[in-house]
């Protein structure tokens, strides 16, 4: 594989083992579910629907998160509140309850933070008006160095700052929003489809395998190569070409990377686990 390849891959160390997550099956399921769905093009008006850059560290558990929170505040205020949650804020002060920042987290384990803790705005890196934007300067992914250089080494996760960036008016615990739910969707494509059109995007994690650095567009489907471990993926949407059925997922190595920083997963077989563990909650629209 390319250069910093295995660098951004192992950030979920954790399998979720002896661990009782609620297994959340609607019981007011969509009734017709549309052959295809997208959400950039229903909801035009979320600004939120852009790719992030995970940088030099393992947390892609945290940015995707943030990014399917940021996109579900926005779809369930109908696109008149847009906030982009901090990653920052959950791989830095969730520790160790999430994981260990740059050295991997558990999704689901941040969606629970969300509740009990709130998060505050963010943003990319040197973002201004909010609160804690991404401490890491944005780098270039399994080769495709058009914007950025080579990731170096992996970075040492920064620390927990419970305060706004200088030149923010707003008070670090008055700029937290909050969850009000928290699970894991029954893993079929019923389920998760139905959750995605009701609640908006979810995250999910597979198994990464040596042919995934290779991936530049297309549908993918792992066939050669050994495992280099977990990744956590922003999950939006499906659809069918020639009679393939995939997964539209928003990946964070920047929109250089793959389908303009998207990818299309095959869907239905649970290639690489992607239909296992998907972490998703509600947003409290009353505390946004």
């Not at 297994?23 to 549309?34: A, C, G, L």
């Amino acid at each position: 594989p390319t250069p910093g390849f295995e660098l951004k891959i192992m950030d979920i160390r954790f399998k979720y083992q002896n661990q009782d997550l609620i297994v959340k099956d609607d019981p007011e399921p969509v009734n017709n579910i549309p052959a295809e769905y997208d959400p950039r093009t229903v909801w035009k008006n979320c600004s939120t629907f852009y790719i992030r850059d995970q940088a030099n560290c393992g947390s892609c558990w945290a940015v995707s998160t943030a990014a399917a929170i940021s996109d579900r505040i926005c779809i369930a205020t109908g696109a008149k509140k847009q906030v982009n949650i901090s990653a920052t804020d959950f791989m830095t002060c969730c520790r160790p309850k999430c994981g260990y920042g740059c050295d991997g987290g558990l999704p689901i384990k941040a969606w629970e933070f969300f509740i009990y803790d709130g998060v505050v705005s963010g943003g990319e890196y040197l973002s201004k008006g909010v609160c804690r934007p991404y401490p890491l300067h944005p780098c270039g992914h399994h080769g495709n160095n058009t914007y950025y250089g080579e990731c170096p080494e992996e970075a040492v996760t920064p620390p927990c700052k419970k305060k706004c960036q200088r030149g923010y008016r707003k008070l670090y615990r008055m700029d937290k929003r909050y969850g009000k739910e928290a699970y894991i969707v029954k893993p079929t494509v019923k389920a998760i489809q139905n959750e995605i059109l009701k609640n908006g995007p979810v995250v999910a994690t597979f198994e990464v395998f040596r042919d995934f650095s290779l991936y530049k567009s297309g549908i993918y489907r792992h066939t050669a190569g050994g495992s280099r471990g977990l990744h956590a993926v922003k999950m939006i949407g499906w659809g069918t070409e020639n009679g393939t059925d995939y997964w539209i997922i928003a990946n964070s190595w920047n929109n250089d990377w793959g389908e303009d920083g998207y990818f299309r997963m095959i869907r239905g077989i649970n290639d690489c686990g992607i239909e296992d563990t998907i972490a998703a909650g509600l947003v409290d629209v009353e505390n946004l």
